[in-house]
């Protein structure tokens, strides 16, 4: 995927990293990111509905993510809700964009922007 | 439900494509951040905020994807793509892509393609078997030449009520002679006849034909030659013609004709040719003609020396060229005129000529029942079709959505139109080819349970006419469901159908479903009404009292040929003597005989047996089978004596002549007064001659039905045989033993009696009455079948139906649910809907029902074609199948979770 050469340099916009982090464990649908970004970041990120489904639009025909059957379980669920599942090349960029991150996160440590680990 | 207020703005500002594929989840997100902040301050007004700047975000890339991806006409999730209005594919191109289009969609939904394709391939199949049996019955030409032109001439006595009586020898000698009429006039008789194989007397079925007979059917025996077509010097043209089954078994491994010679009783007679394999004398079945025989003996050349009043020729004319039928009827109607002329005995009769086409006639009994089945045919066609038509119109609901979306992108209606038409031709294609291989099949398996008598045609030939059939089937069935996307595209409307997130029905769209639905239970219905009336037929005429009891009951016959056993004294011997040894075998309680038992027609022999007090001049008009019968025939075949007594040893030869006669008869000569003591004036064979003798009646018996169960008695006269020694008897034998037991026993017996006498045709007497049954039988076995067809493809429909209503009101029940209705309430709900369908349906079933049944009357016994309790024990069976067929949504729909239902 071109996009995940390029998003190495580039820093990953938000959703896209929320989206991408909401999926790293589950497959999830749309109203669950939802709800799992709302609570990591709580209450403080809540993801609107059109931004929300551009983005996993956008994410779809990258490859980072794609659709899967829902849990069997029928009472878990309205038929129509469509899941997602994080694809190889999706979970390379998670991955990516977390180590620039933490890389951010050394360096702001390293400059006393943020206190040093452990001691807090 | 779409959302509404400014949710449901925001929502609608979005593109098409976009809502298509994120619509339903778009709105769940949304109404999380609602109910998530209903309970903050400003809660309502920072859920607005949000919207709307998550709108502003959004909107402007969602629009840009989806112009990139129109631009580029395909796209992940999409429909597939449709080439626009504009450039699209044009003739052969454009249908194969359409085609290929419509075959890929049809795939998509298995379950839809599947049920269409079954509902279409039962119809047509259904239609295409039975199709196949009406024309080689009705359509296929007779075996003969240029059989357009064959016809059969009958007798009426109206003053005597008879119809369909055979023609006496001098009548048929003057059909003959009126001018231009005819070509040729051929007649028949049948009866049997023992012949000598390797020094053992056998007997065989036989008739007595006018030389000219072959001639006139256009049939060359394929071996030697047939009479010789004109008059010679000899009264009777001397040889026989034999049946090609004869030929082989008799004569096994002869290849030359010349010197082969049959060995009757009484003479030897040449053998002049041998009929082509399968030949047959095609008659109605009351026609008194049997389907085989083996010997056909000359009639004189010229039939006005036989008896005016004898009436036994069965006649067959072949209509001189350019005569039509028309004219042909008014003809001989004026022959029959001067037949009463010349033969003044013939005038009380009122004696009147009927012309009929030899093929209509013959294939008269079996008509009325292969039409009503025809039309049985026709509703379960339509019926299909409609299930089809309704089934699209629930998918073309559902596809609304897709539609508008198509329409948005630039599809024209037209395209679309023509899209759903390349739908229905695909399934009208596939449900044609298995239905017409399916149905090719149910004929052939129709055809091996066909009865005696309702065609006499080897095989079901799949011609042009079976193909046509099929196609203009395939044809109606597509132009009524192609009618059903039609109505649903007339009413789409791409704004609302973009708009509604669960893409549900117009009011117009359940209006034409329910319509179809109720369609298809009326049809359903008339065919269940007519299979159940045929049904109950059966029962009643299987419970019918015949005036005799069959069961337990063996026969079989024995020729007395009058040329071995020319006087009246010894075959009243022989007879005597075959009832004393068949007898005494083991286990036979009881033994008699008669010239003809009851539904054995083709030993009859019409004479007129007038009571006394009836002037000469009207004694025609009392026309009787000729039965004689032995001592014990009443008591072996359980005929009950309503008064006076039956046959006594001592009623022979030497003693006065008697006669016992059924209530019918009594009924008619003598009305209400005691016909014992009376005397009637009946034809005796006495000498080699049918002689008219006053003989009284010493007994009356409960009528029979001799002709058929379901038809009563026309009058009978029995007298004894020691008194009417004819030159056959057919003996009734009652046993506690089964007929292969019986059979051994039974030609020892009779070639012990006389060394040259043999019996044939040994069966039970059941078989007989089975055989009569058979065509009801067979009508009322397809009738079932028909039935099953029918109230499958309802049950799919109403089934489909329902359940596709339930699907659209998830949310309603949902609602319901959560505003505190009983589950109980929600399953009543849907089952009243498939109940009420079923029910509309049954209304309008019944008018239809009623004018189909009037139809079905000849076909009918002992039930009225309006009998209420038919009409409303199907109406029950169909509620019936209407709420089962419905249970299956309705459990579905009390199992609705109303937070996700509402969502």
Known sequence: MASTDTSTTKPLAGTIFYILLALADRDEYGLGIVEEVAHRT?????????????????????????????????SDGDPRRRYYRITKPGRGLLTDEAERLERLVVAARAKKVLPVRGRS | MSPRGLTGFVYRCYPASFRRDFGAQWCEVAAWHRRNLAGETFGRLRYAAGL??????????????????????????????????????????GLSHDARHAARSLRRSPLFTLAAVASLAMGIGAGTAIFSVVNAVLLEPLPYEDPARLTIVWNEFPAAGLARLPLSG???????????????????????????????????????????????????????????????????????????????????????????????????????????????????????????????????????????????????????????????????????????EIYTQLASTGDQFTLLPLHADAVRNARPALLALLGAVGLLLLLASANVASLMLARTTTRAREMALRASLGASRRRLVQLLLMEGVLLTLAGALAGVAAGHYAARVLWTLRPVGVARIDAVPMDHRVILFAVGAAILAGTVFALAPLLSMSTLRPANALGDRTGSASPQQHRSRALFMSAEVAMGLTILVGATLLMQTLTKLKQADLGYEPSGLVSFKVALGERRFPTDAE????????????????????????????????????????????????????????????RRYFETIGARIAAGR?????????????????????????????????????????NGAFTPTWVTIVGVIDDIRDRSPSLPSSGQVYLPFAQSPRWELTYAVRSDRALDQLV????????????????????????????????????????????????????????????????????????????????????????????????????????????????LRSLLYGVQPHDPLTLAAVAVLFVGVAAVASLGPALHATRIDPIRAMQ
């Open chain 1, 42 to 74: 709580a209450g403080a990120v809540r993801l609107g509905p059109g931004t929300l489904y551009n983005a996993i639009k956008r994410m779809l025909s990258d490859g980072l993510v794609e659709e899967v059957d829902g849990p069997d379980d029928p």
């Open chain 2, 52 to 93: 709307l700047r998550d709108a502003a975000r959004s909107l402007p890339v969602a629009y840009a994807v989806a112009m990139t991806d129109r631009a580029r006409g395909v796209r992940r999730g999409t429909p597939d793509a449709l080439p626009m209005n504009g450039h699209q594919p044009s003739g052969w191109d």
């Open chain 2, 170 to 340: 001098p009548e048929v000698q003057l059909l003959r002679e009126e001018p231009d009429l005819f070509q040729s006039v051929g007649g028949i008789w049948a009866t049997s006849r023992s012949v000598v194989r390797d020094g053992r007397p056998e007997t065989v079925s036989a008739a007595l034909v006018t030389p000219n007979l072959f001639a006139v059917l256009g049939v060359r025996p394929h071996m030697g030659r047939s009479y010789n077509a004109e008059a010679s010097s000899a009264p009777v043209p001397t040889g026989v013609l034999i049946s090609d089954e004869l030929w082989r078994t008799h004569y096994p491994g002869a290849t030359e004709l010349s010197g082969q010679t049959v060995q009757l009783e009484g003479g030897t007679q040449p053998i002049l040719g041998v009929l082509p394999p399968g030949f047959e004398v095609l008659f109605p079945p009351d026609g008194g003609i049997p389907e085989r025989i083996d010997l056909f003996l000359p009639l004189p050349w010229d039939l006005s020396v036989l008896t005016p009043a004898q009436h036994y020729i069965r006649v067959i004319g072949r209509l001189a060229e350019g005569v039509d039928l028309f004219s042909a009827q008014q003809r001989v109607a004026s022959v029959a005129q001067r037949a009463k």
């Open chain 2, 571 to 630: 075959r009243a011997g022989l007879a005597a003597e075959l009832e004393r040894r068949i007898g005494a075998l083991p286990g036979v309680q009881s033994v008699g005989a008669g010239s003809h038992l009851p539904l054995k027609t083709w030993a009859n022999w019409a004479e007129p047996a007038a009571p006394d007090g009836v002037p000469e001049s009207e004694r025609e008009s009392f026309y009787v089978d000729h039965r004689a019968v032995t």
């Open chain 2, 646 to 686: 039956g046959f006594a040893e001592s009623d022979n030869g030497e003693s006065d002549a008697v006669a016992v006669v059924d209530q019918a008869y009594a009924a008619r000569a003598f009305a209400g007064q005691d016909p014992i003591g009376r005397r009637v004036l009946a034809s005796q064979y006495r």
């Open chain 2, 744 to 855: 051994g026993d039974i030609r020892r017996g009779v070639g012990l009696a006389h060394g040259d006498l043999a019996a044939a045709e040994i069966m039970v007497m059941d078989a007989l009455v089975d055989g009569a049954l058979a065509p009801t039988r067979f009508v009322v076995l397809l009738g079932l079948i028909f039935s099953c067809l029918a109230l499958g493809i309802a049950a799919i429909g109403l089934y489909s139906v329902v359940a596709y209503n339930t699907a659209q009101r998830v949310r309603e029940f949902g609602l319901r649910v959560a505003l505190g209705a009983d589950r109980r309430d929600i399953m009543r709900n849907v089952l009243g809907y498939g109940v009420r369908l079923s029910i509309i349906g049954i209304l309008a079933g019944i008018p239809a029902a009623l004018m189909t049944t009037r139809l």
